[in-house]
């Protein structure tokens, strides 16, 4: 089944931030994040699971959200309810059963931005995830919430956190907060949008989209995406996409003994040959022959 976003081009401008910092603000003063999960790699993921090449966190506001994750070495479907939270570090996977109304804050750490993201899903969902609200900073964290950020990645592999994974999240939304708050210069709208479009592609690249389902998702043309990718990032649509699976590829290569087939699935290739191709051209060697650590 694929995803789709329903985004509206306004929404990612710069002044969207009054309701991400308000409830910033709520969730500090008012709201008790009283449980932080914390998903494993220990496993293969599954077809279509979100495989993130950055932390992020989500902070369940309202509703229950269903979630399969790792934990304690088995794949599980673990239910997330008001008042807890899931931080995930680089390349642990997790994969939503959206099944019931639920409303969550994700907070996406790259190493040049952060993204803030308000979602909610209504009794009656449209097909696929409705963002209504996301916002952009132009600036990378400060060091401090990069301290914090590596902390609650280690924190991830004790057992006995005693409370701490709590106290360390909080503070880092402290963090996120005061970033957004800042009166620093805020992207533009191109800008904003280029940066949607990369963390759509970099949640569901591990399905067989393009851009012209891209565009459609974001209300644009084709044309339209190519020009963002061109004018705002280094590279291309095509090589962009391309690069995000290739990525993928070598770190499912490294950690896991999966078929190719399986393999190509897992980073959004219908055929097995195609991909044993593309990776190829990328690696200078096969997937067979591709080093395992």
């Given amino acids: 089944m694929r995803k789709s976003v329903t985004i509206d081009p306004h929404l990612v401008e710069p002044r969207r931030r ?50 399969r ?31 019931r109304p639920y409303t969550l804050l994700l907070v996406i750490f790259d190493p040049l931005y952060t993204g803030a993201f308000l979602r909610k899903r209504g009794a009656r969902p449209q097909r696929g995830n409705a963002t209504s609200v996301q ?28 409370g701490a994974d709590v106290h360390l999240l909080r503070a880092l939304l402290h963090f996120v907060r005061l970033e957004f708050e800042a009166r620093r210069k805020r992207p533009g709208k191109a800008r904003a949008t280029w940066q949607a479009l990369c963390d759509y592609l970099r949640e569901n690249f591990q399905r067989p989209i393009n851009r012209d389902e891209v565009a459609h998702a974001f209300g644009l043309h084709p ?33 896991y003994r999966l078929p190719l087939k399986e393999l190509a699935a897992g980073c959004g290739f219908d055929d097995a040959n195609y991909f044993g191709r593309v990776f190829r051209r990328h690696y200078g060697t096969t997937p067979g022959r591709y080093a395992l650590s």
């Fill in 69 to 99: 994750m790792a934990l304690d070495g088995s794949e599980q479907e673990v239910p997330l309810r008001r008042g807890q939270a899931m931080f995930a570090g680089r390349t642990v996977w997790h994969k939503s059963m959206d099944r």
């Fill in 223 to 255: 044309n339209h995406v190519s020009r963002l990718f061109h004018e705002q990032g280094k590279e291309g649509f095509t090589d962009y996409l391309t690069r995000l699976r290739m990525e993928h590829a070598g770190f499912l290569r490294q950690h």
């Fill in 18 to 67: 009054g309701p991400v910092l308000a409830l910033l603000g709520e969730l500090l003063d008012d709201f008790p994040v009283q449980e932080v999960l914390f998903p494993e790699d220990s496993v293969p993921p599954p077809p279509d699971a979100t495989v993130p090449d950055r932390p992020r966190m989500f902070i369940m506001v309202d509703g229950c959200r269903h979630v």
């Fill in 135 to 162: 916002y952009y900073t132009d600036h990378p964290l400060s060091t401090p919430a990069r301290h914090l950020i590596a902390a609650l990645s280690e924190l991830a592999r004790f057992p006995e956190r005693r």
